[in-house]
Nanobody, 121 residues
Framework: QVQLVESGGGLVQPGGSLRLSCTAS????????IGWFRQGPGKEREFVAS????????YYVDSVKGRFAISRDNAKNMVFLEMNSLKLEDTAVYYC??????????????WGQGTQVTVSS
């Protein structure tokens, strides 16, 4: 059974940092491109960042460029999202997703359950 489990969310003040983790089981992560998505209150889910299977290609939505960094450790079957200079508008449930075929993770085959990130003063 394939599982993606996100962790690391929480409450943080504006300007603060969080590091999200996505831990995979039931799949060999090397074969999958991994994306982070988020869904804020009253908003549709949006793409945040993705990383290709070997880590060579990384993509970010414009609103997080320069603040967020995606990385992976295939030996540990984990992907990370380092989030810095957090803003109120980053508040959302963050999901990781796995896509075997596209490094922009357009049609993920697997999703995690999400982790809440709340940016508030």
């Amino acid at each position: 059974q394939v599982q993606l489990v996100e962790s690391g969310g929480g409450l943080v003040q504006p300007g603060g940092s969080l590091r999200l983790s996505c831990t995979a089981s039931g799949i060999t992560l090397d074969y999958y491109n991994i994306g982070w998505f988020r869904q804020g209150p009253g908003k549709e889910r949006e793409f945040v960042a993705s990383i290709s299977g070997e880590g060579g290609n990384k993509y970010y939505v414009d609103s997080v460029k320069g603040r967020f960094a995606i990385s992976r450790d295939n030996a540990k079957n984990m992907v990370f999202l380092e989030m810095n200079s957090l803003k109120l508008e980053d508040t959302a449930v963050y999901y990781c997703a796995a896509d075997r075929y596209t490094d922009t993770v357009n049609r993920p085959q697997y999703w995690g359950q999400g982790t809440q990130v709340t940016v508030s003063s």
